[in-house]
């Protein structure tokens, strides 16, 4: 009897061992990316007749970046143009902050901008033009640059800055006390780019980022609503993606232990480790935190695990799980968990703890530099070794502060976040939104169900939900930058946030 079991067993195992050449993988995989780069691509717009943009101020022709010859990109990425501008018309302005803008693909919308920026604080957006959102891409592990067919040019302008002062190859010392000083040098910066680039004055404005740029970008929003005549373009809403929005024990404590059950089988603790992760995380108050006050519509205000809005002592789990995930895969990513060893060469060098970089940073080559107008002196980093807020970022969390008001005062706002970032971790987010009240009530009121983030071509991609103008997406197979990892559900939350389309 076991020995014909054992006997049936072998032989279905050497007939059905499969035999695949290396060529019909490829051709499966090539197939596959064929479909992937074509979905969802198609005119986002019913534009009649989108005319080319061209600037008339003399002085637009001096940041013009010739498309053609980017080095080391062999294909014509389009007219764009770059360079630093002042934050100030004061004559003896010292800072500057460095701009890379893109005018719309030739199906985009003339009608538009959209404004990203990475967060940090100090890291630079060039990062997300490169390896996110942008008409070219050069992202960790690609040998060299490709066409991103879900650029974000192909919905509009883009204009992607590096701010505060002190990020990437912006000039001048950084002084920025808070969120609103940061917000009114930005403004500044935008007034004196919509004076060269006169053109687009007028146009409905976007505000985009990522991770602390999920703080840049409620405050941005929030005193561009507040202070209507300082900028001569129409705010219509905000997209933030895997964002800081409230405390770290929130985003990141809180769900960490649930979140290593989620992927136990990527962590691969042993045992022992995970009885000691349980047994913090129930002494910490973490464990059934989600089942008892993440419920949907809330019952009443979310307390804090601990005595304060720091984690208590012995209960930071997540520096402990990061820490004793990287003994047996010295590669674990917390922006995207499941990266094993060897460390992906990264043409930014990020996150640049290897010195394993075969080409220099692409943006501190010195024909880079001279190609898009930048300082040729400053040697650019992906995140800056200066402290952009000297004494501290003095502003609280949006959740608790701005963020409700511009939900309010946004035709759409979109919260996104990818479903395998560590670092900030997509549960607590659904904390941050329980425990915030916009257009008059508190959370939402339903629950996020399964599989609801439907991406035309593809099918179901995460979870959505949508209330009270606020709509929140958690995109499966994503880390955390969504457009890097996710480009094609990137695309489509924005075709939904610049209403180009009616559903999410
Ligand atoms: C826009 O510019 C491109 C390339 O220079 C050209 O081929 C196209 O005809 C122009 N379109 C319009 C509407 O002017
Ligand atoms: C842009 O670069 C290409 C390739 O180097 C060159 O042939 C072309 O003349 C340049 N165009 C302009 C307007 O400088
Ligand atoms: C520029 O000069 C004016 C007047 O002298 C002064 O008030 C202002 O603080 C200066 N600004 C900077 C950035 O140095
Ligand atoms: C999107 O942008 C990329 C890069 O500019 C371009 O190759 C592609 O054709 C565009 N797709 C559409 C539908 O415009
Ligand atoms: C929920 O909001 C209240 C009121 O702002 C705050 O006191 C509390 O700490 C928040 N809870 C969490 C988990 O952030
Ligand atoms: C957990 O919550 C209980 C009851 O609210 C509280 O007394 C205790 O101090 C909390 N534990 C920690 C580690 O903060
Ligand atoms: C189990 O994991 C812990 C934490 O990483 C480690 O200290 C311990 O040595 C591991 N035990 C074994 C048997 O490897
Ligand atoms: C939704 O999916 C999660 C796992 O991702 C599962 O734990 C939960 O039970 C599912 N909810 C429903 C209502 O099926």
Redesign the pocket.
Known sequence: MWSNLLFALVAVASVGARQITKHEVRARQLEAAKRWQTSN????KRSSGVQNITFTNPKASEFYVNGSSLPLVDFD??PSWAGLLPISNSPNETRQLFFWFFPP????SLDDIIFWTNGGPGCSSLEGLLQENG??SWAWGQAKPT?????W??LSSVLWVEQPVGTGFSQGTPNIQNEDDLAAQLVGFMQQFLEVFSELQGKKLYLTGESYAGTYIPYIANYIYENPTLLDLSLQGIWVSDPSLSWDVVQEEIPAVDFVNKYTGLFSFNQTFLATLEKQAASCNYTGYMEKYVTYPPQGLLPLPGTSIEFDQGCDVWDEIFNNALIINPAFDIYRIWDTYPILWDVLGFPGSFPQQQSPIYFNRKEVKEAIHAPVDTEWTECSNVNVFPNGDGSLPPAFTVLPNVIEKSQRSVIVHGLADFILIAEGTRIVIQNMTWNGMQGFQAPIANDSFIVDGVGAYGNMHSERGLTYFEVALSGHMVPQFAPVAAFQIMQYLMGFRDTP
């Open positions: 691509a198609g005119p986002v990425v389009g693909g030739p199906e985009g008409p070219l066409v991103n067919e879900h650029s040019t192909n």
